[in-house]
């Protein structure tokens, strides 16, 4: 059995936009193994028009749910999945001069894991799990007509965990790259958004651990 409630809250306003989505998700099961969990998520956005050209652009938003099944972390023992906290936000500017499209976006994104409930008693700490995102990333366009945009994207930034070193005494903290390409559509009120494709690497600072890309 699964329940959700859902709402939506979107801005009626003539020059600015703004908008807030929630939800809440329970499931349980009915007959077999027992299953119980709750999941909940809250995000916002915000575009604010300073001038014909020149836009601020704001988004928020935090899900709390039990850790993805799929998760490459396995721990032996335990009675259910610690549950997995994120904490995002982001702050942007966009600047148009001409046809040409510049922006300039910071972002934030915290994931924090709760502890997890051991099979034989107590609990597993996963504080060495927790780390924090930082990104900045600086793109720039061409706007060949009002529906299409081409740009490119380039990001710089670092994770850094909670923890100088994990369990297993390696610093996993790293520095972030991220190239991207794409364009930007805009077919009218009723759709919009963008397509890209990139690559991103991740350099830890322990030398024993190798780049993920």
């Known amino acids: 059995s699964e329940t959700t409630l859902r709402f939506i809250a979107t801005s009626d306003w003539p020059r600015h936009r703004a908008s807030m989505e929630g939800y809440g998700t329970f499931r349980k099961s009915l007959s077999g193994a027992e299953i119980k969990d709750f999941s909940a998520?809250?995000?916002g956005d915000a575009e604010f028009e300073i001038s014909e050209s020149f836009r601020i652009l704001a988004a928020l938003d935090y899900s709390s749910a039990p850790e993805s099944a799929s998760s490459p972390v396995t721990i032996?023992?335990?009675?259910?999945?610690?549950?997995?906290?994120?904490i995002g936000g982001s702050l942007g500017v966009e600047k148009d001069v001409g046809k040409l499209r510049f922006g300039l976006t910071g972002a934030l994104n915290r994931e924090i894991f709760g502890n997890a409930e051991?099979?034989?008693?107590?609990?597993?700490s996963q504080t060495d799990r927790n780390?924090?995102?930082?990104t900045v990333a600086l793109r720039g366009g061409y706007?060949?007509?009002?529906?299409?945009?081409p740009f490119v994207e380039l990001e710089a930034g670092g994770r850094y965990y909670q923890l100088d070193r994990d369990t297993a005494g390696y610093a996993r903290s790293a520095n972030r790259f991220?190239?991207?390409?794409?364009?930007?559509?805009?077919?009218?009120?009723?759709?919009?958004?963008e397509i890209s494709a990139g690559w991103v690497q991740e350099r830890p600072d322990d030398r024993r651990l190798a780049s993920i890309s």
């Open 41 to 43: 998520g809250l995000s």
């Open 76 to 86: 032996v023992g335990t009675v259910s999945r610690p549950i997995r906290h994120v």
């Open 118 to 124: 051991l099979s034989s008693g107590g609990t597993l």
């Open 131 to 134: 780390s924090t995102l930082a």
């Open 143 to 149: 706007e060949i007509s009002p529906a299409l945009v």
């Open 178 to 193: 991220a190239a991207r390409a794409g364009v930007e559509l805009d077919l009218g009120e009723k759709v919009g958004g």
